[in-house]
Structures are given as C-alpha cells and as structure tokens.
C-alpha cells in the first residue's frame, strides 16, 4: 500500500517569486533544513530533466545526512516533480497557482509513501519547510 501526502499553501508573491524559491539552489538552501538539528541542507539542485542532485546534512544514527533526487518534470513556473529518496523513494510535485486574489497557491503531492507514520513525519517536515519558504519569498 503506498500513502499520498497533500499539502497546500497560499503565498503573497509572485508566481515567478515562489517558483525561484523552489528550484534556485541557493534558496533552496535557505528553507530545506535538517529538521532535527535546525541546519540547513546543502545541495546541487537544477530545475532540469534528468538532472541528479542531493541534499546533504550532517549524518544522525537513523539516516545518512543525505537526500537523492532526479527532476522528472519542469513546467516553468507551473509544475515541477523529481524523485526524493532518503531510505524509501518517493515522488514530489510541486504545481503552483495564481489565485482570484493574487496569492499563489503552491501544492504539493508526495507519492510512495510506505506507512503511516512515515506520512506523518512527511507532513511534519513539510509544514516547518513551509514556513521557511515564506521567510524567503520576503527577502
């Protein structure tokens, strides 16, 4: 059985502002963090098909620091998917929105889920990543 995470999130920006915060490396930077420890992941992303990356952080007991990722789909600057493996491979979509009132809407959907609390801890993380987006759609 495998689980779909659903989140979604309205932002005052851009659309173009919100989809540089999703695939600029640097921004990345700036919101991807180790939940645990607060530090941010280093990584290599590109916002192009087939590219390989990885998010890295320092390594714990359970987990070897780093996240693997393939870009599967980019739809400037509406959709974008990649692979997002750190112990079980799942997929993540991003499909951002401008909405009646110009906020965007920016959903997200996580396939491969193995497990509920697997899916807990994923709507976890997501929702303090969330929260860190905003703070750089403000810089």
Same mark, same amino acid.
């Given at each position: 059985?495998?689980?779909?995470?659903?989140?979604?999130?309205?932002? /005052?920006?851009? @659309? $173009?502002?919100?989809?540089?915060?999703?695939?600029?490396?640097? =921004? &990345?930077?700036?919101?991807?963090?180790?939940?645990?420890?607060?530090?941010?992941?280093?990584?290599?992303?590109?916002?192009?098909?087939?590219?390989?990356?990885?998010?890295?952080?320092?390594?714990?007991?359970?987990? /070897?620091?780093? @996240? $693997?990722?393939?870009?599967?789909?980019?739809?400037?600057?509406? =959709? &974008?998917?990649?692979?997002?493996?750190?112990?079980?491979?799942?997929?993540?979509?991003?499909?951002?929105?401008?909405?009646?009132?110009?906020?965007?809407?920016?959903?997200?959907?996580?396939?491969?889920?193995?497990?509920?609390?697997?899916?807990?801890?994923?709507?976890?993380?997501?929702?303090?990543?969330?929260?860190?987006?905003?703070?750089?759609?403000?810089?």
């Amino acid at each position: 059985m495998s689980l779909t995470l659903n989140l979604d999130y309205q932002y /005052n920006a851009s @659309i $173009e502002k919100v989809w540089s915060a999703l695939t600029d490396s640097s =921004k &990345l930077a700036k919101w991807v963090f180790n939940i645990q420890t607060g530090v941010a992941m280093e990584n290599d992303f590109k916002a192009e098909v087939g590219h390989r990356f990885q998010f890295r952080t320092e390594p714990s007991q359970w987990w /070897n620091g780093i @996240i $693997e990722g393939e870009v599967l789909i980019v739809d400037e600057p509406h =959709k &974008l998917s990649y692979t997002w493996e750190g112990g079980e491979k799942h997929t993540v979509t991003w499909t951002l929105q401008v909405l009646e009132d110009g906020k965007v809407n920016l959903h997200l959907e996580q396939t491969g889920i193995s497990n509920e609390p697997a899916l807990n801890g994923a709507k976890y993380g997501w929702g303090a990543w969330f929260g860190k987006i905003e703070e750089v759609l403000e810089q």
